[in-house]
Every structure is written in C-alpha cells, then in structure tokens.
C-alpha cells in the first residue's frame, strides 16, 4: 500500500500487521511494558481525538522535551501529526536560552515534558512565554494534565471526533509541513529545520528497503528520538512491521541489550567506540593464554577486509577467533544482532573491520537534519559497502561535489527550509535546488561517498597549506587514552592539539604507576602522565604528513560533554565555544603577547 503522509503507517499497520503482539515495547523503573498494535493504533486516534476536543487547531505547533525515548513518544507524534498539528521535538540537555529561543521562536502553543525534572526546568521558562497556552506531562505530576486525561478526553469523544480526524487526514498534502526540528548548532541559535510528510517518508522507505530485519524481528532504540535520524529510523522499523524496542536510559543500553536481545540497532560512534574500549580494558585484565587469545583474535579482527577477500587461511583463523572469542562479543549485545547503523559523526575504519570480523555488521551512513536525514549508506546489496566510506546515494537522492570540494545533494529528502528565515535557507539551498551540505568530501569508485571535513573547520597554516583538523582529531580518539581533541593552528607555524584525556583510564593508569594527585588537574600536570602523552602523539604523529603533525598539545582537566557545552547534543565540536573557553591556552602555545589578538581563533 502507498504510503505519502507520515501517519499513513497506521493504515500500513492495519493492513499488514494487525495482530502483532509487541508493536512498541518500553521500560520504566526497571520493568517492560508493551503495546500491541491494535493498542497503539487506539492510543494514537484517541491522542488526536483529545487534542481537537481540547479546542485545539491544526496548525498547533507542539513541543515535546523527554529526558529518555518512551513509546508513547510515537502515540503523541502521529496522533498529533494526523490531527494537522506540528511537532516540535527538543532535546532536553541544552541550556535554558536555547529552550527559551526554541519554545519562543517555534510558536508552540503546548509544551509536552517527560518527568519532573524536566518541568521544573522548563516550566519557568514556559510561564513568561505567552503562546503556551497548555503543560502535559507524561509522567504523573500533581498539578499537570497528564497525557491519558487527554486519552480519556479522546476516548469520550472518539465517535464524534472521527470524521474530522479523517477531514483532516484527507486534507493534508505529501508537501505540507509535519515537523519542525532545531538544529543542535555549534555557532548561534539553532535553526528551525521544516520537514514535510515528503521530506521524510522518502527517506524512511528506501532506508527500511536496506535493513536485513522485518516484523518478524526486534531493534533497541536508545538515541534521542527529538533527533531526526533516530526518528527517521524509527519511522523505517514501523514501516517493516519490526518491534521497537526503548532502553531505559543511556545508563541502562548494556542490561537492556541482554534482556531485548535485539536484532539491530542505531548508534553513534562515540557509544560504539566506548564499547570497544570496555571490551579491550575486560581483555587486559585477562591473564596468560586468555589474554594472549583474546589480542590475537583482536589483531586479526583489525585486519578484515570486506570485498577485497581475505584468503582461506584467514577465514580459517576468523573461525576460530569467531568462536573463542568474538561469540562474548555478541553475548554482551544481546547475541542476535544482524545490523549495527552508525551515523552523526564519523566512525573509525578500525571500529568498522573489528565489528565486521566479530560477526557484526556496522553500517555508517552520513546526512543532516535538512536533508531528512540520510544523504549516503553502506548497506548490504553486492558493491555497496566500502569501510572507511558512507556508502553510496540513497535511492532517489542526487549526490554532487562542488568545485571546491563541497558536497551538494538533491532530491525528494531537501527540507522546505528554516522556520521563518528565508535568508539563511536561500545560503544553503541554491537556485537549481542543491543543498549545500558545508562537508568537503569526494567520490570514491564512482559510487562512494567520503567524508573528509567541515568546510568551515579547514584552515590554512602559515605556508598556505590546508589543514582538515578533523581527519586528525578522529586519529587521535582512537587512542585509549583520548576521549576528545580538537586541533588547532589557523595561520601557524605548526598544528597544535588541545585533549580532553579518557580520564576513567588516566585514574586506572595513575593507581597502577603509584601516581598520587588530588584533582584532575593535578594529575594532568604529572610528569609521568605527560610522558605518556607525548609518546603516543609521536606515535599518531608518524601516520601524518608533515604540516599536520601536532607540534605542540595541551591537556585539559574538563571531560567535554553537551551539558558542560563543549559539545552539540550530536557530539560534535563546538569549536567556537572551546576557543573560548581555552583562549588563554592557546596564547600559551603559540605565545602570544597579552595585547596580540589569537590568530588561532577561527571564526
């Protein structure tokens, strides 16, 4: 059946799968709970019947901040949504002006908040804001209209209610505006991203089309769902009729993949790269020929190769490794993984051969929230995958690289534009309908997508050279002992690097080597610590060319998390914040004067 409008998944779910037990399955306060699709169906049509019965329009922007993925995240999305009204997720860890700007800018009219914390912290901001006309809470809160008031609300009404909801359906277009989602940003307010039911559902389709899973399996799905490719990828599971699955919190992935024991899920690189590293501390501690196996298995895993071959020999030893030692792999992540997607951020190849040679699929894809999101994605069709790569186009968008090395990409997936700034949406989106994407990448085989760096993040040193700091940050986390780098050296002699050091292993390290320090940033000062340092940006240092080896680096004593603010609630970088942050750092290094302006600051 013919899906063009978001909420058309309901159809699709009464048409092919309408006696599946667990459509959506949650946990709160240690225990699962689950919603069958005849359930969850009823809650979305009683959702929209409450939402008109309380006078709402469509039209109606709602906001929607949730500390953790719930399913009934989806009953207020599409029953919203089939009820004309716009949702307007927000991610609930960023400060409180850019809850005021977004709450403000987008015209909400109805704030929807998960728990009381999330009240308290947003409900003062709401109060000043005239528009927000109505709080709903997910959780019971005394005070506040809890979200089955308006189910009981819908459910009083539904007779009467709906032959307008289907009204409504039936008058929304395929290029009508479903959502509106802020970008995270690393510079300014964020930006009021508009998608159509068009912009998403030809993203959904074909992305679904390339998962080895159907209703017949299960996925966890832990990423923020305000987030667009989490969302999109959540759209694709119901699209197959696949039970949908939400951990608890991010505290909680580990049990939750041992108790779902899922057949995929979706990750960014940084959650992948923390497992990896918690697999390789459990294998230090491993003793004589355990130990010896285990790094054998890993050093073998490090040198898979996709489509090239491997040789009988190798696969012989894979065999065995498979068995002794990457099967725990799988038992830790729940032992029947068939897919892995990464995306957000880019993954390291390394991560990419391991995962593969354990028996576990990763695929890296790559988009932004203006594109719906995915752009390019290895996928398992003959040809189409290339570690260290994307992958190719998704099916019906056109790809680009532009002369200086910018990718363009066209298609069905371009949003209508940012939310009451035609300015900034006529900067990226240009008069023959090309995005500008603001990545520098190439075309690799002819059909694979490389990423290489921000355009805006390139810089040039003192020579005129072009530097991509960000091929070298990813080299330098990839170090057991850097949790997050970035470099620096615009106009400079040489590159410099500021580290956010891996402090859980940093302790580890101290304890072991009888390094005493009261504070972290005691311990970053310690002449053994530095030591260790400086050996391993020798080692990265040899992987480089010569104008990009880090001359000089600095630790710092702060771990960099979107909360603290050095970081966008997709993990990347904010660069603008941590040049300010560590300016006097970096007159340090490159010894500036106190009146001499900071040529390393990018602007």
């Not at 390139?458 to 990813?474: C, H, L, T």
Request: net charge positive; with cysteine.
């Amino acid at each position: 059946m013919e899906i063009s409008r978001i909420f058309d998944l309901t159809e699709r779910y009464r048409v092919l799968y309408p006696n599946k037990e667990i459509a959506l399955g949650g946990k709160n306060e240690g225990k699962w709970y689950h919603f069958s699709t005849s359930q969850y169906l009823e809650l979305i049509d009683c959702f929209s019947a409450g939402l008109l019965s309380l006078g709402l329009q469509p039209g109606t922007k709602i906001a929607s901040v949730f500390l953790n993925n719930r399913p009934e995240w989806n009953i207020f999305d599409i029953g919203m949504m089939q009820a004309g009204m716009i949702h307007v997720p927000v991610y609930p860890t960023i400060s409180d002006q850019e809850h005021r700007y977004i709450l403000e800018h987008s015209d909400a009219e109805v704030l929807i908040v998960s728990d009381k914390s999330t009240l308290k912290k947003l409900s003062p901001i709401a109060s000043e804001i005239p528009k927000i006309k109505l709080i709903v809470s997910l959780n019971e809160i005394e005070g506040v209209k809890n979200w089955q008031e308006i189910i009981s609300l819908g459910r009083e009404n539904i007779e009467s209610k709906k032959a307008e909801i289907q009204q409504i359906r039936n008058s929304i277009k395929p290029d009508d505006l479903a959502t509106i989602i802020y970008t995270s940003g690393t510079t300014g307010n964020p930006k009021g991203v508009m998608l159509s039911h068009k912009n998403l559902v030809s993203n959904f389709i074909p992305s679904s089309e390339l998962l080895p899973i159907d209703n017949n399996h299960k996925v966890l799905s832990f990423l923020p769902l305000c987030h667009v490719y989490e969302r999109m990828m959540n759209y694709a599971f119901q699209y197959r009729g696949i039970a949908v699955y939400y951990a608890e919190n991010l505290g909680t992935i580990a049990d939750d993949l041992k108790a779902v024991k899922p057949h995929g899920f979706n990750t960014v690189p940084r959650l992948l790269e923390r497992f990896y590293d918690r697999i390789i501390a459990k294998g230090k501690d491993l003793k004589g020929y355990k130990r010896f196996m285990f790094f054998w298995a890993v050093r073998l895993g490090l040198k898979y190769k996709i489509n090239k071959g491997n040789g009988w020999f190798y696969e012989f030893k894979l065999k065995i490794a498979r068995k002794l030692i990457f099967s725990k792999w799988h038992q830790a992540m729940g032992g029947n993984l068939k897919v892995v997607v990464s995306g957000g951020a880019a993954l390291q190849p390394r991560l990419e051969r391991i995962f593969w040679a354990a028996g576990i699929p990763v695929l890296e894809g790559y988009g932004l929230t203006e594109t719906s999101p995915v752009i390019a994605v290895n996928n398992f069709k003959p040809g189409n995958l290339k570690f260290g790569t994307v992958g190719p186009a998704l099916q019906n968008v056109e790809i680009k690289i532009d002369e200086d090395g910018e990718i363009l990409t066209r298609g069905p997936h371009i949003m209508l534009g940012y939310y009451k700034d035609s300015v900034a949406t006529t900067e990226v989106i240009d008069s023959e309908g090309w995005f500008h994407t603001g990545d520098i990448g190439r075309i690799e085989d002819d059909i694979f997508l490389k990423i290489t760096d921000r355009k805006k993040s390139i810089f040039k040193n003192s020579a005129g050279k072009y530097i991509a700091p960000q091929i070298i940050e990813n080299k330098l986390k990839e170090s057991d002992i850097i949790e997050q780098a970035m470099v620096v050296g615009e106009s400079e002699k040489f590159v410099s690097a500021l580290i956010s050091p891996n402090f859980n292993y940093l302790h580890f390290f101290a304890g072991k080597h009888k390094i005493h320090f009261r504070d972290n940033q005691e311990l970053i000062k310690d002449p053994v610590i530095l030591k260790k340092y400086q050996e391993e940006i020798a080692k990265i240092n040899k992987g480089l060319g010569q104008v990009e080896q880090i001359k000089r680096f600095r630790l710092v004593c702060e771990e960099w998390t979107p909360v603290t603010g050095e970081l966008s609630p997709t993990l990347k970088l904010k660069r603008n914040i941590l040049y300010k942050k560590y300016d006097h750092i970096l007159r340090e290094i490159y010894s500036y004067g106190g009146n001499e302006e900071n040529r390393a600051k990018k602007e």
